[in-house]
């Protein structure tokens, strides 16, 4: 019997590509303003190579949004830079220090950097007027986000209640708004850590370098390693040594934490998240270990 077709599958990395980059073109069609939320980490480079392929050769209609908190790693916002620069997207950044200064939140000398980016994202949605941000948050990543649909429904002091969340039965998503309301929008959500850096390898993508293996000046706090910073004040019996360690995530350096690892190529990091028994916010991220809720809380009240 002849053939009449030849079956065709695609890969799992080629399934989710394709999810997130129906999830832009939806939003973009759907939402009169959104934004991309871009630190320059490697979930949000990930997203912009995305946003870039759902919309080639058009540029991206659409700008993207870095919430500064003034302790950001300079490898991170070096490769931000270059992303935008080569893109040709137009970069809004609200700066924490800006919003200390305009009275928009409070820097009370306990509270971290980290949370004054709530107010600080909360005034940039509104005085830009966006209806739909997209984040990069993966439902692996932590408990709470694991509660997170795509269309990520905020009401109108941009918070988020994971009991009032929409069904997202068949892929169909329910962007319907009030005055005032927003989205947060989800590409990457059923992603996991090793799909990402299996991503960055296979499109030869461009991160910053201290996600690969380097020398570096850290000392111990609360059983992670943070880096030797004018931020980050030594406590009594701290001392810096200097280690060999890469960054599984990035953020305000006085919080987020590194790891001992020789891994210094993408297949070398890959071998290393394969055998991995904790995700990388929980591992080395010390805004989630204020409590057991830290994050859930962080995001009722606005957090990415």
Same mark, same amino acid.
């Given at each position: 019997?002849?053939?009449?077709?030849?079956?065709?599958?695609?890969?799992?990395?080629?399934?989710?590509?394709?999810?997130?980059?129906?999830?832009?073109?939806?939003?973009?069609?759907?939402?009169?303003?959104?934004?991309? &939320?871009?630190?320059? #980490?490697?979930?949000?480079?990930?997203? &912009?190579? $995305?946003?870039?392929?759902?919309?080639? @050769?058009?540029?991206?209609?659409?700008?993207?949004?870095?919430?500064?908190?003034?302790?950001?790693?300079?490898?991170?916002?070096?490769?931000?830079?270059? +992303?935008?620069?080569?893109?040709?997207? *137009?970069?809004?950044?609200?700066?924490?220090?800006?919003?200390?200064?305009?009275?928009?939140?409070?820097?009370?000398?306990?509270? @971290?950097?980290?949370?004054?980016?709530?107010?600080?994202?909360? !005034?940039?949605?509104?005085? !830009?007027?966006?209806?739909?941000?997209? #984040?990069? #948050?993966?439902?692996?990543?932590?408990?709470?986000?694991?509660?997170?649909?795509?269309?990520?429904?905020?009401?109108?002091?941009?918070? +988020?209640? @994971?009991?009032?969340?929409?069904?997202?039965? +068949?892929?169909?998503?329910?962007?319907?708004?009030?005055?005032?309301?927003?989205?947060?929008?989800?590409?990457?959500?059923?992603?996991?850590? $090793?799909?990402? +850096?299996?991503?960055?390898?296979?499109?030869?993508?461009?991160?910053?370098?201290?996600?690969?293996?380097?020398?570096? *000046?850290?000392?111990?706090?609360?059983?992670?390693?943070?880096?030797?910073?004018?931020?980050? @004040?030594?406590?009594?019996?701290?001392?810096?040594?200097?280690?060999?360690?890469?960054?599984?995530?990035?953020?305000?350096?006085?919080?987020?934490?590194?790891?001992?690892?020789?891994?210094?190529?993408?297949?070398?990091?890959?071998?290393?998240?394969?055998?991995?028994?904790?995700?990388?916010?929980?591992?080395?991220?010390?805004?989630?270990?204020?409590?057991?809720?830290?994050?859930?809380?962080?995001?009722?009240?606005?957090?990415?």
């Amino acid at each position: 019997m002849t053939a009449t077709h030849t079956d065709y599958q695609l890969s799992q990395l080629d399934q989710l590509e394709a999810e997130s980059i129906h999830i832009f073109r939806e939003v973009a069609a759907e939402f009169e303003k959104p934004v991309l &939320m871009f630190s320059g #980490g490697k979930d949000s480079i990930v997203m &912009m190579r $995305l946003a870039e392929k759902a919309f080639y @050769p058009a540029k991206i209609p659409f700008p993207v949004l870095q919430v500064d908190t003034g302790y950001d790693f300079p490898e991170v916002l070096e490769t931000r830079d270059h +992303w935008v620069d080569r893109l040709g997207v *137009r970069l809004i950044v609200a700066s924490v220090e800006q919003a200390i200064a305009d009275g928009v939140v409070v820097d009370d000398g306990k509270t @971290p950097r980290n949370r004054l980016q709530i107010g600080t994202l909360l !005034n940039a949605i509104e005085e !830009n007027g966006f209806t739909a941000a997209f #984040g990069g #948050g993966r439902r692996d990543e932590e408990k709470a986000r694991a509660k997170e649909r795509v269309y990520s429904h905020r009401d109108e002091f941009g918070q +988020w209640d @994971p009991k009032n969340q929409r069904p997202e039965l +068949w892929s169909l998503y329910n962007g319907r708004l009030h005055e005032g309301e927003h989205m947060r929008i989800f590409p990457i959500s059923n992603w996991t850590e $090793l799909d990402i +850096w299996d991503y960055i390898g296979r499109e030869r993508i461009e991160i910053p370098s201290i996600y690969f293996s380097h020398q570096r *000046r850290v000392f111990e706090r609360d059983g992670m390693l943070l880096s030797e910073s004018e931020h980050n @004040p030594l406590r009594d019996g701290e001392q810096v040594t200097e280690r060999t360690v890469r960054f599984r995530t990035v953020g305000d350096l006085t919080l987020t934490g590194c790891l001992e690892s020789e891994a210094d190529s993408i297949d070398k990091i890959i071998e290393e998240i394969a055998i991995a028994r904790v995700t990388e916010r929980g591992a080395t991220r010390g805004d989630d270990r204020f409590s057991e809720a830290a994050m859930e809380d962080r995001k009722k009240e606005g957090y990415f």
